[in-house]
């Protein structure tokens, strides 16, 4: 099983600045991974898969970088709606599908 | 649009079944897999099962394997997970999830159902 592990747990940031998350995997995933974004008492929300290919209607302050063992999801400059918590998810090596801990960015 | 509405969600006892529900509408149901993934009460995201289009693949969690059974009916647009022999550790709400068909991730959610399973 590949163990995704994110950090930091939890990022305080104050609107406007530039948030970086990580994600790394125990073994190379390659390109096959994804990010979401879960805003308290909703249902998570697709935001980058591929590693760096934003989805459908997700702004352009979110970007995704990264191929093997580690990942980098960067917000350029926080809105107040990206007060969130995020998850990776690799594709590359299943089952099982495996979701990284989660990164909640908080309010600074 | 998609849209994914689970139902089923209750409180049962350890030891006990239930079955829970998806009902899919806003794309072609019998082309695209799907998945159940579950979150338990302030922890994250975990993989549960997943079915082929069809019906004729599936794949499940270790935690789950043996317990848990998903199956959907194409010409009622349902997806399905009946649970059985529950665990208190299997307390979560359970999200339905569209598999995107180009990669194994999910991109669309249902807004989930909640199990608790307590005596």
């Known amino acids: 099983e590949i163990v995704m592990t994110q950090s930091p747990a939890t990022l305080s940031m104050s609107p406007g600045e530039r948030a970086t998350l990580s994600c790394r995997a125990s073994?190379?995933?390659?390109?096959?991974l994804a990010w979401y974004q879960q805003k308290p008492g909703q249902a998570p929300r697709l935001l980058i898969y591929?590693?760096?290919t934003r989805a459908t209607g997700i702004p352009a302050r979110f970007s995704g970088s990264g191929s093997g063992t580690e990942f980098t999801l960067t917000i350029s400059s926080l809105q107040s709606e990206d007060f969130a918590v995020y998850y990776c998810?690799?594709?590359?090596?299943?089952?099982?599908?495996?979701f990284g801990g989660g990164t909640k960015v908080e309010i600074k | 649009e998609v849209h994914l509405l689970e139902s089923g969600g209750a409180l049962v006892q350890p030891g006990g079944s239930l079955r829970v529900s998806c009902v899919a509408s806003?794309?072609?149901?019998?082309?695209?897999?799907m998945s159940w993934v579950r979150q338990a009460p302030g922890k994250g995201l975990e993989w549960v099962s997943s079915?082929?289009?069809?019906?004729?693949?599936?794949h499940y969690a270790d935690s789950v394997k043996g317990r848990f059974i998903i199956s959907r009916d194409n010409s009622e647009n349902t997806l399905y997970l009946q649970m059985n022999s529950l665990r208190a550790e299997d307390t979560a709400v359970y999200y339905c999830?569209?598999?995107?068909?180009?990669?194994?991730?999910?991109?669309?959610w249902g807004q989930g159902t909640l199990v608790t399973v307590s005596s």
């Open positions: 999830a569209k598999v995107d068909g180009r990669w194994w991730g999910f991109d669309y």
């Open positions: 998810q690799q594709y590359n090596n299943w089952p099982p599908l495996t």
């Open positions: 591929g590693a760096s």
């Open positions: 806003g794309f072609t149901f019998s082309s695209c897999a």
């Open positions: 073994q190379s995933v390659t390109s096959n």
């Open positions: 079915i082929s289009g069809s019906g004729g693949s599936t």
